[in-house]
């Protein structure tokens, strides 16, 4: 069993950066494939961000191609997403999710453990 715990939402004006957090208990970070994922009102949960259990590889939808990050550090068993240049069409909860259930390449919404998300309103 994963448990993941996000934190670092909150209200930032257009153009601005956020950084979001993810930390994992029950696995570690190191053996497992993480991913970010958002969900807008009225809209289908989509996908964002994810990370190769290596950290070699790693995964963008293509409208946060060059804004956002993914990361993560073993050592504290923590998934991060840098988001810069904020845009209104961002606002969203944020999910953390690990052990992808389809090839990462897929940009698959298929994940097996999920936090409970974490709330980014970008205003404009």
């Known amino acids: 069993q994963v448990q993941l715990v996000e934190s670092g939402g909150g209200l930032v004006q257009t153009g601005g950066s956020l950084r979001l957090s993810c930390a994992a208990s029950g696995r570690t970070v190191s053996r497992?494939?993480?991913a970010w994922l958002r969900q807008a009102p009225g809209k289908e949960r989509e996908f964002v961000a994810a990370i190769s259990w290596s950290g070699g590889s790693?995964?963008?939808r293509d409208s946060v191609k060059g804004r956002?990050?993914?990361s993560k550090i073993?050592?504290?068993n923590t998934v991060y997403l840098q988001?810069?240049?904020l845009k209104a069409e961002d606002t969203a909860v944020y999910y953390c999710a690990a052990e992808s259930l389809?090839?990462?390449e897929s940009l698959s919404?298929?994940?097996r453990y999920w936090?409970?998300?974490t709330q980014v309103t970008v205003s404009s």
């Open 109 to 111: 919404r298929d994940y």
């Open 58 to 60: 790693t995964y963008y």
């Open 32 to 34: 497992t494939n993480m």
């Open 74 to 76: 073993n050592a504290k």
């Open 102 to 104: 389809r090839p990462l």
């Open 115 to 117: 936090g409970q998300g």
């Open 83 to 85: 988001m810069n240049s």
């Open 68 to 70: 956002f990050t993914i």
